[in-house]
């Protein structure tokens, strides 16, 4: 089987974390079978540039990351305007890029993300007349289908799959609704790289990372969004409960100036810190130096933070929301709140705190799905995907 794989949530050379949950099944998936892979990188006219894409200038066209060859054509988009047109935007300006790296032909089209990448997925799937299989990864679902043309897009496109991946129950019923089969739905979780996360050592971590030697830290891996509920974490920080207790959050966003506003009016100045973007290869050092890990998100997918946190041994209190049930299904593993209170938030960060909890149970729950693991159920997705398509085929033949 061969397999063209298409999504614009993408490592590159000038954002290498980009993407990389999803760069890492597909890296795990091309140690199995043959794959070509296009990631679409938007180009913006010079009348409308725009800081927040003007990185993707110094994309190369073409690289290999970690053995895995990409192509990084250009689509034209508009920041801000007519979202709902840039699936087909993707589709008319990477066509010949896609047509470029299907040679041989591929079995299957991949694509992540539901819009606009997989919906434009779709389209160059039916130039090609091969199936496609979407995954669907939270924020297109949960937050891009919320307009009421996105959503007729995104559900236009994903009856016309094969079959839909999602990363956790919650979001097949998302898909559900948008009228997909149940029966083309099939729920792969992500994985963990298990040799980058597992068990370190607190006091040696806060040492690499200038933090202090004393006294109790909760870490938040996250992007400054809202839907990360970044503010509602700020909140429960500044309780009583909390006084004692410091805050780092790794990650950054469009938030950050209103959230550090924020922070600066709670008097948190000095107890709550925003570490910005870092290395993914730095995350485990961070996880390492917490007492606990925190997820405050309104809504997810299947969030990486809270299995990575795991894997290095650190408990987690996280809202109950998207795919976290399915991760805390064992009280040993963390606390699960209400999502959006903070004051739940709070009680469960001071319970996390005052408990004893087993690294090692910790750290076993969480590689006990690797990525090599997701590639194996994805190939067997795709596997379902090519036999439907041969049999649709054949049986158009019968009839003729």
């Not at 010079?46 to 689509?75: E, L, M, T």
């Amino acid at each position: 089987m061969r397999i063209l794989v298409s999504t614009g949530i993408f490592p590159n050379r000038t954002d290498m974390t980009r993407g990389v949950y999803v760069f890492q099944q597909v890296a795990a998936l091309a140690r199995r079978v043959p794959l070509a892979a296009v990631a679409p990188v938007p180009f913006i006219p010079p009348f409308a540039r725009s800081v927040r894409y003007r990185a993707f200038s110094g994309v190369p066209k073409h690289d290999v990351i970690d053995g895995v060859s990409v192509s990084y054509p250009r689509y034209v988009v508009i920041p801000k305007f007519f979202r709902f047109l840039h699936g087909f935007f993707v589709f008319a300006c990477t066509l010949p890029a896609h047509l470029r790296a299907a040679r041989p032909r591929p079995d299957v089209v991949l694509s992540f993300f539901a819009y606009p990448y997989g919906f434009a997925a779709v389209l160059t799937a039916g130039v090609m007349r091969r199936p496609v299989v979407v995954s669907c990864r939270g924020s297109d679902i949960n937050h891009l289908a919320r307009p009421f043309l996105c959503r007729r897009l995104i559900g236009w496109s994903l009856r016309r799959c094969r079959r839909v991946v999602v990363v956790s129950r919650a979001l097949g019923e998302a898909v559900q609704a948008l009228g997909v089969k149940p029966e083309r739905i099939r729920v792969v979780p992500n994985g963990i790289d298990v040799e980058r996360f597992g068990p370190g050592e607190r006091a040696a971590a806060r040492r690499t990372l200038s933090l202090p030697a004393e006294g109790a830290l909760v870490v938040c891996v996250s992007r400054l969004s809202h839907e990360k509920g970044i503010d509602i974490l700020l909140e429960a920080a500044a309780r009583p409960e909390l006084s004692q207790v410091r805050f780092a959050v790794v990650g950054d966003g469009a938030e950050r100036p209103r959230l550090e506003a924020r922070r600066h009016e709670l008097g948190m100045d000095e107890r709550f810190l925003f570490s910005g973007t870092r290395p993914h290869s730095e995350i485990p050092a961070w996880l390492a130096a917490a007492d606990i890990a925190v997820l405050a998100s309104r809504t997810e997918g299947h969030p990486n933070a809270v299995v990575e946190a795991l894997a290095c041994g650190r408990p987690v209190v996280a809202a109950r929301v998207g795919g976290v049930p399915d991760i805390l299904e064992d009280a040993s593993l963390g606390i699960m709140v209400t999502p959006g209170d903070a004051g739940a938030l709070a009680q469960g960060m001071a319970d996390a705190l005052a408990r004893s909890w087993d690294p090692v149970r910790l750290t076993r729950a969480a590689h006990a799905r690797t990525w090599e693991r997701v590639a194996e159920d994805l190939e067997a997705v795709l596997h379902e995907a090519v036999g439907v398509a041969a049999v649709t085929a054949a049986g158009r033949v019968m009839a003729r």
